[in-house]
């Protein structure tokens, strides 16, 4: 039972990377990609780490699985920031406010 | 039916393969930086999948981590050498000047002689066999750790090992030693939400770094990997400026950066003066040695690193905050 629900959160989590993996290729400007990334960093892995912690035997791996998908996700945020960040203050027709 | 994990590794593999050309043919020097390190990262995976947790973890710590962040820094310090620093050109930046052919030429020829080596290598390799795992195995409990890599790395090859890390410092001499005239480009300012990241993610960094390299006796890990995760701190420490290199951390560095050959060095004479051969340690001290080289090494591997990242050695500051 759990192994199925695990693996249903998994897939719901590879959705979110497959979206966000077109909206990178398919948005007009960076902004809309990174919102379109973060979103697949963010929920995918999150949706990803909760079936593979419902698919672990052990409380380490626990732990273990939710250290990765804290910093991941910090990581990702923090990323996101520094890109957009970046862009504004160097790409032209950017407001800079 | 296939088996599914056979279709994922020939498509891994394929990536793999596709990534190297797409980097190596690619114009922008950003993108191709950015191939290498997906590069890289796929390339741990297989390693995962031949099942050499070792090399994956290795070719995951130094060959993506830092080597991808000493590319992205020295296309920071050409793109402002170039005067197209935070500049909107910057962004499809491309290489000043071609590859003159003859070097090209040269690096195709030393790149196929290696590919011809690795090959002939391959095929006169026999088949299928035990290979030296047995060899190993039997070897193991004289070594003084668990961990069959360690003990190949550092009781059985040490030699190997040693000669890596001289190489290493090699490296860094020589960094400091060219880079002594060159202009310093100005470190980006990555702003608060960068800061605080560095510091909520820095203890586990020292952890994780610390955790690999004691983990090393008994399962995948080591001074390497545990060399370049503690690099990692450095380069935070450097980008966040929470830590400003000053002239006078000169000695301080250089005894880092020779602390770890030194001992590696030193514990092979004293072994070898006592009647044995050099890397034979005594079986009651074997492990206590190598955790004691494994651990200094490391040291000296991450700080290199983090020097090698810094650039050229840390000279006077100005008055006016720039450095001289």
């Avoid at chain 2, 990262?41 to 080597?67: K, N, Q, Y």
């Avoid at chain 2, 992205?72 to 499809?92: D, I, M, W």
Wanted: glycine letters at 12%; charged letters at 10%.
């Amino acid at each position: 039972m759990l192994d199925i629900l695990g693996a249903a959160l998994i897939g719901q989590g590879t959705v979110f990377f497959v979206a966000g993996t077109v909206g990178l290729l398919r948005f007009p400007d960076i902004f809309c990609r990174l919102h379109a990334l973060t979103k697949a960093d963010g929920l995918g892995l999150a949706l990803i780490a909760l079936g593979v912690a419902l698919m672990a035997d052990g409380v380490g791996y626990l732990v273990r699985i939710a250290l990765i998908w804290f910093f991941v996700a910090v990581a990702g945020a923090t990323c996101g920031h520094l890109i957009a960040r970046y862009a504004r203050r160097t790409m032209p027709g950017v407001r800079d406010d | 039916m296939t088996d599914p994990i056979l279709i994922f590794d020939l498509l891994l593999a394929a990536a793999v393969v596709a990534l190297a050309v797409a980097s190596l043919s690619v114009r922008d020097l950003f993108v191709a930086i950015v191939l290498f390190i997906t590069f890289g990262l796929l390339s741990a995976l297989a390693w995962v999948r031949l099942a050499a947790p070792d090399v994956a973890l290795a070719e995951a710590a130094i060959g993506t981590g830092v080597t991808g962040a000493l590319l992205l820094k020295t296309l920071h310090h050409l793109r402002y050498v170039t005067g197209t620093l935070n500049r909107p050109e910057a962004f499809s930046v491309t290489p000043a000047a071609p590859v003159p052919a003859p070097v090209l030429w040269a690096n195709a020829a030393f790149c196929g002689l290696i590919t011809l080596g690795l090959a002939v290598a391959f095929l006169g390799a026999p088949r299928s066999g035990p290979g030296f795992d047995a060899l190993v195995a039997e070897a193991l409990p004289q070594s003084g750790v668990e961990h069959p890599v360690t003990a190949v790395l550092l009781s059985f090859r040490a030699y190997d090992t040693l000669m890596e890390v001289v190489v290493l410092l090699a490296a860094v001499i020589g960094v400091w030693q060219i880079e002594r005239g060159l202009s310093d480009a100005p470190a980006p300012v990555l702003g608060e939400v960068f800061q605080g990241f560095a510091r909520l993610t820095l203890p586990a960094i020292v952890v994780v770094g610390t955790y690999l390299l004691w983990k090393g006796a008994e399962a995948p890990g080591g001074a390497f990997q545990g060399g370049a995760v503690l690099a990692a701190v450095g380069l935070l420490l450097l980008l966040s400026r929470l830590y400003v290199p000053q002239p006078s951390h000169r000695g301080v560095a250089r005894w880092a950066f020779v602390l770890g050959t030194g001992v590696f060095a030193g514990v092979a004479l004293l072994v070898a003066g006592g009647g044995r051969v050099a890397f034979e340690y005594p079986p009651e001290h074997a492990k206590t040695l190598i955790l004691l080289i494994e651990g200094l090494v490391t040291i000296s591997i991450a700080v290199t690193l983090a020097a090698l990242f810094h650039g050229r050695e840390p000279v006077a500051l100005r008055t006016d905050g720039g450095r001289g």
